[in-house]
């Protein structure tokens, strides 16, 4: 090939290529939903709400990407094309399971960072041994461990509880992936509400 011909061939390999950039969609950067509207009640008159230190939650370290993946086999994982979570996943999801037990948990103090463990009450912590949107089938199936410390001294471990979750996608999209966790993490914030509520400081006396 001569050299002209050479360099009109590569102009317009350059030119291909610039062209595929600019036609490139943005990424798509998802959150999990906002939670829904309404504070918890308030603690009855003349009584002071309890406060919980809530850890952050631990979740599977194969899901601690910007990239969102999904489930695709028994032993493959992939990713959504151009999808990108926002914030770090553990961190929302910490936020939104939260919010979630403030309005199951009238009379309490949801604390994540903002506060002592000494002056609560109790220290819960929730692992998510696995957390998967299995694409084909349109659904999220997780495991939850949820372990509920006194912060009596010495500290007690009060409950520990294994649940498993299969909720529903209503699509085949990254929004959906996102929904689905969110519905998840109200689940476990509405089971995780009566272990907390039944709880009795040592060497209280209950009526």
Known sequence: MSFPRQ???????????????????????????????????APPAGA??????????????YLKARRMRF?????????????????????????????????????????????????????LQLQLTRMDYVRNEKRLRADARLSVWSTDRPARLVRTEQRSYTID?????????????GQLLDRL???TAPSVGAFQPAGSVSR
């Open 71 to 123: 489930r695709a086999d028994d032993a493959t994982l992939a990713e959504w094309p151009n999808a990108y979570w926002a914030e770090r996943l553990e961190v929302a999801a910490t936020e939104a399971f939260g919010d979630a037990l403030r309005r199951h948990l009238p009379g309490w103090e949801i604390c994540e960072s903002s506060c002592s463990e000494r002056s609560a009450a109790l220290s």
């Open 7 to 41: 360099r009109a061939a590569l102009a317009l390999c350059i030119g291909l290529a610039l062209a595929g950039c600019a036609a490139a969609p943005p990424p798509l950067l998802v959150t999990l939903p906002a939670t829904a509207a309404g504070p918890a009640a």
């Open 48 to 61: 002071t709400a309890r406060v919980i230190a809530l850890r952050r939650l631990e979740i599977p370290e």
């Open 189 to 191: 914030a509405e089971d």
């Open 169 to 181: 996608g209503e699509a085949d999209t990254p929004q959906a992936h996102a929904r689905a966790i």
